[in-house]
């Protein structure tokens, strides 16, 4: 019954004798976060049967605010602690880092220190739970500069560049979890009848060319030109210099999102405006921007902050540092860098077009 197929087990153990002078360590380790996954899988899916649904509750019936100034749901809690106590205990890692916590964990001295890092967003999208939307985990893994010693906040600021793993998993209709470990981009889906991660999508590609955009399009009065221009001329579609329609999508919920353009392409943008310019940006640059950018490079897209810098290479001031988020298929990431060039130099007629705003989402604008 199992002939024919690749568990995830196996995949890594081979991924492993491929890496000369790889050792147990990293096998070891990815499989402590897929079980991780599968037990908030479980979670997840059990749903309000667990009575885990909705937001965490502090002191008088107050809702729990984490780092983010975010409302805590129960199930990012859960979901943590299971990524926490999963990973802790079997000497692969120095230290880890959360979402959901202000500071990083330090691997205590009881266990021991293992040479890598871990950062992970526990659970992605999570607004959407109590809805019944897809949500996940992302995780990122790094070498400690220190390894065998406590990791200190420096040690995890490494640009994406240096991440030797990427990954998420996916909790809907299936459970998926997608894995680069810069070789390539392949999907599992959890066969639940044996309890393992089945590789059902080798070398995952993002299609060069695209009809679909996402993007919160609550957002546009605070976007800057070169996504309006973008934008509007999606959906100027056939009429308008693009030649052809498009579509949207916005599901949300990065990893959701992410799954589509894997599967079928798109671009999808959380740009800098207005509103997030002071923060930086909305996303989170190591557990989510760089993450997402490490798979979605190794699937043949590109991921920009839309200003010309790739993702990957932006230096991390702090664990919980925000980026614009612009990334997808190849073709269309290019043109976005490329209106954001034409407006900094001051080389495009269509911003100071008095019409330009006919050309709107929202013709009131
Ligand atoms: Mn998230
Ligand atoms: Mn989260």
């Known amino acids: ?19 000369i002078g790889a050792s147990g360590d990293f096998s070891g380790l990815l499989s402590d976060i897929a079980t991780a996954c599968k037990v908030i899988s479980n979670a997840v ?21 984490n780092i983010q100034g975010e409302t805590q749901k129960r199930l990012d809690v859960i979901a943590n602690d299971v990524m926490l106590r999963s990973n802790v205990w079997a000497g692969h890692l120095a230290g880890m880092a959360s979402e959901e916590l202000d500071d990083i964990v330090v691997v205590p001295s009881i266990y021991p220190r293992g040479k890598y890092l871990l950062v992970f967003d526990p659970l992605d999208g999570s607004s959407n739970i109590d809805v019944n939307i897809t949500v996940g985990t992302i ?13 200190n906040v420096e040690d995890f600021l490494q640009p994406g560049t240096q991440q030797v793993c990427a990954g998420f998993a996916l909790y809907g209709p299936s459970t998926i979890m997608v894995l680069t470990t810069g070789n390539g981009v392949d999907g599992f889906t959890l066969d639940r009848d044996i309890g393992e991660f089945v590789l059902t999508h080798p ?35 056939k009429t308008g210099v693009r030649g052809k329609d498009f579509n949207m999508r916005w599901i949300a919920s990065l990893v959701a999102d992410t799954y589509r353009i894997l599967t079928r392409g798109g671009v999808f943008m959380y740009p800098v405006d207005d509103k997030t310019r002071d923060k930086g940006g909305r996303l989170r640059l190591m557990y989510e921007a760089n993450p997402i950018s490490f798979i979605v490079e190794q699937a043949g897209g590109a991921a920009t902050t839309g200003r010309c810098a790739r993702i ?12 614009p988020l612009i990334f997808g298929s190849r073709a269309e990431v290019e043109r976005i860098v490329g209106y954001h060039q034409d407006y900094l130099q001051g ?9 330009f705003t006919t050309r709107s989402l929202f013709r009131s604008q």
């Open 347 to 355: 080389r495009d007629d269509s911003f100071s077009m008095p019409l």
């Open 312 to 323: 990957m290479e932006v230096p991390p001031e702090g664990i919980h540092q925000r980026v």
């Open 1 to 19: 019954m199992f002939e024919g197929r690749t568990t995830l087990t196996q995949f890594i153990i081979e991924e492993q004798r491929r890496v």
């Open 139 to 151: 995780f990122s893994i790094l070498r400690s500069p220190n390894p065998g010693s406590e990791a």
């Open 45 to 65: 899916s059990r749903g309000a049967l667990h009575g885990t649904l909705g937001v965490r509750q502090v002191g008088a019936g107050e809702a729990a605010i």
């Open 203 to 237: 070398h995952m590609t993002i299609p060069a060319e695209t009809q679909e955009f996402a993007i919160n399009a609550s957002n546009e009065r605070f976007w800057e030109p070169p996504i309006k221009r973008y934008v509007s001329e999606c959906l100027a579609g």
